[in-house]
């Protein structure tokens, strides 16, 4: 049984424009232990699906349907007393900007303790002495005396290890990290990176790793998820995918990064935008800016469908029997 | 290529643009957010038609007003300590009551309240001038002179407003004789107040020039050679006028406050042209034996008057606020 | 710590220097003191006599040196109208306004700011929606009218309380007569302080509302929340704390705000005190009371700031300098 299981996730903002579906009949699952990096543009819904796994979705943004199973149980209909100890014990988050996440007016030592104590009912002693060993194990000189600091007295990526501290040391199965390292230096954020894997092996921690940096997703992750418009559009082992993309709008990201080895003429851009929740088209969401669509792709909003090996996309080129270029 | 797909555009907001653009302002301010938050709120919509009825009255005090207060031709002395006219021993003639004069009470908080709204708009905006050229100089040129100014705000920051107005009027008081004292008293309050309130300007648009300063629009400006109060007024100044106008509203309410206090007081406005605050002091005296309503009408005028205003303000900074919506 | 207490009062020099020179320019451009003080008639030897003695016929800095010493030993003149020293004045006075202005202060916040918490915490209930319109109230209604209906209410149609005066004072210490402990005092303490303090009740109320609503959210409490603690840690430990900070500085700016409208209610009241003084001076142009009461005015909201910066200093945990922070 996968650890994390989300079955047709909908999550909408209502406003007087009328409803907007920020994130539409999501699908996946995360298995123990696994890293699943979920990449797409800004504002394609990922930082949202993460939200809404734990529940923290600003009102009125809300959960319209679909179901979240942790261990085979949801979650997403628990009162908020059973949901409050979920998280941090259950399932643990990471966010995008260390300056802002950690409260200034509190020594790092104090906010560990705390979580600590709330989840796993730690004397202060034993809290404070577990304190020191996750700062040491995430890296920071010197943590027996840096404990009693305070956030502003940290660089960002120290910052940035302490939250990771934060978001573990209540020993969850499963990390949200939203953007982990979007507001790092790119000399830090393979430091960060490289920690965060290490540390989920050691303790056997899942993660569901969103990000916009294809990169990262190709360093850390073992299988990713691509997502559109508040849908996923093709989902398989990073292998695969990055190697060979099938849909698309993941062959036209694959082809925007700058690489290294390959010589390139030009970097290939994908024409447009995408489209505004409130005007997305019929059918398949990316089909204005697709080379390749054709009648259905306007017409019928494809699902996940096999490509390869074991990934898949969301696709019509992809349907069975070849019946994609039959139907009118 | 996309052009097999019919007619569906690729920047999706066109064809709304368009349409935004085929209706006229009106309909564009309607169908506007500003419109919509005012209008689904009953309260704001209460307090904008006080605010309009009683604004409405006061402006046009002369035509609507029953009688003339300053008329003393008009002026009967048996007609005076008259209780409202749905009390008993009341006169239909007079609505509110009369005063010690026999003035009808109703005609005369109508002309109160015009002295009230006069004195509290025109500091409003001798002190938004003053604030906004001040925040607009020490923001642009910087260096010493923002420094100076910065330090004189902070000093004037340290008193209470209402302390530099009474000081001010202290201070002419004091320095011009009485006839002319009581002459240019009007103006003098207004010129109180304002001066007592510029702070809260100036330090905004400071901040809103220190940031729109770097901009690039500033520096091509400069590049094509317009001269700095040109680049100030013309460029800078609209883009920082925003907030100005949140505290303008804001306060607008204190300021006629202000002037009912100094005018309590006995420092306000001259006896001549009495305002709302003039009125509840003369009606305090009566207060012990009996005639209430020469004090508690004016009274509850002025509740309404800014109460209806600071209701408008805080719907305005609530609507204007993107983070709160 | 003690460097910071000399720079604070280095800094309040200028500004205590500026207001002297107002002060002193007060005295030697605005009125004539000559006339006032020899009246109608008098002869131009008694004139000549009288500025000489004044010091009048010297040049303007040297003036403005004597009248600094005799500042700092207290020395502030003889009042035009009352013919005493203004010192001794202000000195009899000044009990009467602070007692009533501390306790006005007291009531404001020991009302304004649970109130603000709660209408911050629990947003929809009814109550908050009552006093929150209260609030609103609040703020429209000047002191001079509170004080007046208050007076309506409670002294002429209940009867229950004074309307005017201090009632039975004690000397204490040899100088200072306080109200506090006889009932006749108390009484009379109530509906002025009231008054007073309602202004600011409402003021402090809204303000620690609105930073409650702000900091609740910020994303250190949406990390808290992510975190799993529980509800009474986050919100009256991480964000009332982090409320507080600036509700400290707004306060201590409220107590010179306080004393200064004490100008009003001591009007309002009858109540003996500076206020009730200075607006006497004002409408008389009596400018040796005025010029002395905006020096120690000035004085004392120099002394505020500072203890409120003291305080800001102990709390805010970012103003005390940061360790080296070392490592990225």
């Known amino acids: 049984m996968p650890l994390l299981e989300v079955r047709n996730l909908r999550v909408e903002f209502p406003t007087r424009r009328g409803v907007l579906t920020a994130v539409d009949r999501v699908s996946f699952s995360i298995d123990e232990g696994e890293v699943l990096g979920v990449v797409g543009e800004s504002g394609a819904g990922k930082s949202i699906t993460g939200n809404a796994i734990i529940r923290l979705i600003e009102p009125p943004g809300r959960i319209a349907g679909g179901e979240v199973l942790l261990s085979g149980r949801r979650i997403d209909t628990l009162p908020p007393q059973e949901m409050r100890r979920v998280r941090g014990k259950e399932i643990g988050a990471i966010f995008q900007d260390p300056l802002t996440t950690l409260n200034p007016l509190y020594s790092i030592g104090r906010q560990l303790a705390e979580t600590m104590q709330t989840h796993l009912g730690l004397s202060d002693r034993e809290a404070r002495a577990r304190a020191i060993k996750w700062l040491e194990d995430v890296g920071i000189p010197g943590a027996a005396q840096r404990i009693d600091a305070y956030p502003h007295q940290f660089s960002g990526g120290m910052r940035q290890r302490v939250v990771i501290a934060l978001a573990l040391c209540a020993e969850p199965r499963l990390v949200i990290a939203d953007e982990p390292t979007t507001a790092l230096d790119v000399s830090i954020q393979a430091q960060v990176i490289a920690l965060l894997k290490r540390l989920c092996r050691e303790h056997g921690t899942a993660v569901m790793l969103v990000t916009h940096d294809m990169g990262v997703i190709a360093e850390a992750a073992d299988r990713v998820a691509v997502m559109y418009a508040g849908r996923i559009v093709e989902i398989g082992p990073v292998r695969e995918v990055v190697k060979q993309a099938r849909h698309p709008y993941t062959e036209g990201l694959m082809g925007s990064i700058p690489s290294l080895t390959r010589r390139v003429e030009r970097l290939r851009q994908i024409d447009g935008a995408m489209p505004r929740l409130s005007d997305i088209p019929p059918g398949c969401a990316f089909n204005p800016r697709c080379a390749k669509a054709f009648d259905r792709c306007r017409a019928d909003r494809p699902e996940l469908m096999p490509t390869q090996g074991a990934s898949r996309a969301a696709c019509w080129l992809y349907a069975e029997n070849g019946s994609a270029r039959d139907a009118a | ?325 | 710590m003690f460097a910071f207490i000399v720079s604070r009062l280095l800094q309040a020099l200028p500004v205590m220097l500026a207001v002297s020179l107002i002060s002193f320019a007060m005295f030697a451009y605005v009125g004539d003191p000559v006339a006032i003080m020899l009246g109608q008639d008098y002869t131009e030897a008694q004139r000549e006599a009288l500025v000489r003695d004044l010091g009048l016929d010297q040049p303007f800095f040297v003036q403005f040196w004597e009248f600094l010493k005799n500042a700092l030993q207290g020395n502030f003149g003889l009042s035009y109208r009352l013919a005493r020293p203004v010192a001794d004045l202000i000195l009899e006075r000044m009990p009467a306004t602070l007692e009533l202005s501390f306790t006005a202060a007291f009531l404001a916040l020991a009302i304004g700011v649970p109130m603000g918490v709660y209408t911050g915490l629990y947003r929809n209930s009814w109550l908050s929606r009552f006093f929150l319109t209260i609030s609103l109230i609040g703020v429209s209604l000047p002191t001079f009218l509170i004080g007046i209906l208050l007076i309506l209410v409670f002294s002429v149609w209940l009867g229950v309380l004074p309307s005017f005066g201090r009632g039975e004072t004690v000397l204490v210490g040899g100088w200072w007569t306080t109200g506090f402990l006889t009932v006749s005092g108390l009484k009379a303490l109530i509906l002025p302080s009231i008054t007073l303090g309602l202004f600011q009740m409402t003021l402090i109320m809204r303000l620690v509302r609105s930073e409650m609503l702000e900091v609740l959210r910020t994303d250190y409490i949406k990390f808290a929340r992510a975190r799993g603690l529980t509800n009474r840690a986050i919100h009256f430990g991480h964000a009332l704390k982090n409320t507080l900070v600036p509700v400290i500085t707004i306060t201590g700016l409220q107590l010179g705000a306080i004393i200064a409208f004490a100008i009003v209610t001591e009007t309002v009241f009858q109540w003996p005190g500076m206020g009730l003084l200075f607006i006497q001076a004002v409408a008389n142009a009596d400018i040796p009371i005025m010029a002395a009461y905006l020096m120690m005015i000035a004085l004392l909201f120099v002394l505020i700031n500072l203890v409120v910066d003291l305080l800001y200093y102990l709390v805010d945990p970012r103003l005390r300098g940061s360790l080296a922070g070392s490592g990225p």
């Open chain 2, 1 to 325: 290529m996309p052009s097999d797909a019919p007619g569906v555009e690729l920047q999706t907001s066109a064809p709304l643009r368009a349409e935004a653009r085929r209706m006229g302002r009106i309909a564009r301010f309607l169908d506007s957010d500003l419109w919509y938050s005012f209008s689904r709120s009953p309260l704001t919509v209460l307090s904008a038609l006080v605010a309009l009825t009683l604004i409405g009255g006061a402006v046009f005090a002369p035509i609507l007003a029953p009688h003339d207060p300053f008329d003393l031709a008009t002026l009967n002395l048996m007609d005076a300590f008259n209780p409202p006219a749905w009390m008993e021993g009341g006169d239909p003639r007079f609505l509110l009551g009369t005063d010690d004069q026999g003035r009808d009470l109703f005609s005369t908080i109508m002309y109160g309240a015009r002295i009230s709204l006069f004195v509290g708009f025109c500091s409003v905006i001798f002190a938004m001038t003053l604030g906004v050229t001040i925040g607009l100089v020490a923001g642009y040129v910087g260096g010493t002179t923002d420094a100076v100014l910065m330090r004189i705000a902070d000093i004037k920051l340290t008193f209470p407003a209402i302390l530099v107005a009474l000081l001010v009027d202290g201070l002419v008081r004091a320095a011009l004789p009485r006839e002319l004292h009581d002459r240019v008293a009007l103006w003098v309050v207004i010129f109180a107040i304002g001066i007592s309130n510029w702070v809260q300007y100036a330090r905004t648009v400071r901040g809103s020039t220190l940031v729109e300063k770097n901009k690039e629009y500033v520096m091509a400006a400069r590049v094509i050679g317009l001269s700095d109060a040109r680049i100030m007024t013309s460029h800078v100044l609209p883009n920082v006028m925003g907030p100005v106008l949140v505290i303008a509203t804001l306060n607008l309410g204190f300021a006629i406050l202000a002037e009912a206090t100094l005018s309590f007081l006995g420092v306000g406005v001259p006896p001549t042209q009495p305002s709302l605050g003039t009125l509840i002091r003369v009606g305090n005296d009566f207060l012990f034996s009996g005639e209430w309503w020469i004090t508690v009408f004016p009274g509850i005028t002025l509740v309404l008057m800014v109460l209806s205003v600071n209701l408008l303000g805080d719907w305005l900074r609530d609507a204007l606020n993107p983070k709160l919506r």
